[in-house]
């Protein structure tokens, strides 16, 4: 039954509240650096009266960095960034138990997903905290009135952060914003660890495919389609990737993958995995020159790295033989299958990255929106990295969580390395 409560948001079922509690525990047990952060804010309140405006997938990993949030003194509210990522269980809990009013419901139609972010826009927040850049653009096109109240805002990944720069080189973009994306401590671990595992462990939750002995066409070879393609050659296939940057290229073929263009490895693969925060980048004819068979996904953050119109036209009959698939029976005879509508796969098909690296991505996003509390009044209308000492901290906390200790430069090394006067 689905009970719509102003306010405590708007989810699917609140008798989940329990089961989603307890997968948030355990999610946690994995989060030691979000953690200590939490703890630390709950002593000094950094963002106390502060309301935050939170559309991200609404995860086990994602309620652990809103209630890290509420401990620093914020008022949060919370909406899905993608209409599929939603885990009912967690959006229930963080309702009904953690006092988060959540607007989200696995599987809701587009109007719904954006009535969701009207719902968390209506709470004039402060402060935004977005993966993908919607409350932005949402605020900025709708609700211009509540900028003068706007403080800042938070993205999470790298689709949003080409946009907010997109904002700023028009000069359009509304209050200053910090690139969490961009925190080395989030991209070369979330992006390419998180993504690696967690988009294969979607591909195989909807299909149980055997990746050994099959082809694999990965397009993009950026942080998330390096961490695909290496885990998808760690289980056996043969992986061609696809790309438009020829550094990009060339560090795919070093690193031992066939590399060609999409439509030569369209009539190649087995499984096609798009990762490149671009438009239609496996168009129409792509699918037509698809084996009968061949399974298409995407785990690049919006479905139309797909051109599923242009699929749709080519379609005579669909099934779905499988949650999450859709198997497309083309005029041509062949069949190519879908999984999760073209949308995140990780996400839709699986629980999205495991708990242990979106410790470090979250760490950043609670850090960031401290910085961002504390310093706004410093800050112009631009995008801002996360300051370097917030990804310094995250990675000594980390290492410090995995027992890893390093090394320290002796007095002699820091002047050798500090001098120019050296030589043989
Ligand atoms: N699934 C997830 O949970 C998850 C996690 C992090 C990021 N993302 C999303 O994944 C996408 C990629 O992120 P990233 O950090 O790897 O970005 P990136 O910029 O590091 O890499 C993208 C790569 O795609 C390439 N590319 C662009 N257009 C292409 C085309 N037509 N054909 C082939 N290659 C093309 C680019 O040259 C680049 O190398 C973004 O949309 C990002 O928001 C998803």
């Known amino acids: 039954m689905q009970l719509i409560d102003k306010q405590l948001g708007d989810v699917k079922d609140r008798s989940l509240a329990d089961q989603g509690r307890s997968k948030i525990e355990w999610a946690a047990t994995f989060m030691p650096v979000l953690a200590q952060i939490k703890e630390r804010f709950a002593k000094e309140k950094p963002l106390a009266g502060v309301r935050i405006g939170a559309c991200l997938h609404v995860t086990t990993e994602t309620a652990n960095l809103v209630l890290a949030l509420q401990a620093g003194g914020a008022e949060v509210e919370l909406c899905a960034s993608n209409p599929l990522s939603t885990q009912d269980d967690v959006a229930a809990a963080l309702s009904e138990h953690f006092a988060i009013p959540t607007h989200a419901i696995k599987g809701e139609d587009n109007a719904t997903y954006y ?151 369209a009539k190649a693969g087995d499984i096609f995995i798009t990762v490149t925060g671009n438009y239609h980048v496996i ?73 242990s690296v979106m410790d470090m991505s979250f760490a950043n996003q609670a850090m960031a929106a401290g910085y961002l509390a504390q310093n706004y009044k410093t800050l112009e209308k631009k995008v801002y990295p996360v300051p370097a000492f ?4 995250v990675a000594k906390l980390k290492l410090a969580a995995m027992r890893i200790a390093i090394d320290t430069p002796t007095p002699e090394q820091v002047k050798y390395m500090a001098s120019w006067s050296e030589g043989t």
Not at 318 to 330: C, N, S
């Open 115 to 265: 009535k969701h972010i009207e719902s968390v826009v209506a709470t004039k927040p402060h402060m935004t905290m977005d993966d993908g850049c919607d409350l932005v653009t949402t605020i900025y096109t709708k609700h211009n009135h509540l900028l003068k109240e706007m403080i800042g805002g938070c993205e999470e990944t790298t689709t949003g952060v080409i946009r907010l720069h997109a904002m700023e080189k028009d000069g359009l973009l509304p209050f200053p914003v910090i690139a969490v994306n961009d925190a080395l401590t989030k991209h070369m671990f979330d992006n390419r660890y998180g993504t690696g595992q967690s988009t294969i462990d979607g591909i195989v939750r909807a299909t149980n495919v055997l990746f050994a002995g099959h082809t694999v066409v990965v397009c993009g070879y950026g942080w998330c389609g390096r961490g695909v393609a290496s885990r998808v050659k760690g289980l056996g296939a043969t992986v061609i990737v696809t790309e438009i940057d020829p550094l990009k290229a060339l560090e795919a073929a070093m690193d031992g993958f066939l590399v060609m263009p999409i439509a030569e490895a």
């Open 390 to 393: 917030i990804d310094e901290e």
């Open 283 to 355: 168009a129409g004819e792509h699918f037509e020159a698809m084996k009968d068979g061949a399974i298409v996904c995407n785990s690049g953050h919006f479905n139309d790295e797909l051109d599923l119109d242009a699929l749709g036209e080519l379609t005579v009959s669909k099934t779905q033989p499988r949650a999450f698939v859709d198997a497309h029976k083309m005029k041509n005879g062949n069949t190519v299958r879908v999984l999760a509508e073209g949308r995140l796969i990780n996400l839709s098909a699986a629980e999205g990255h495991p708990p």
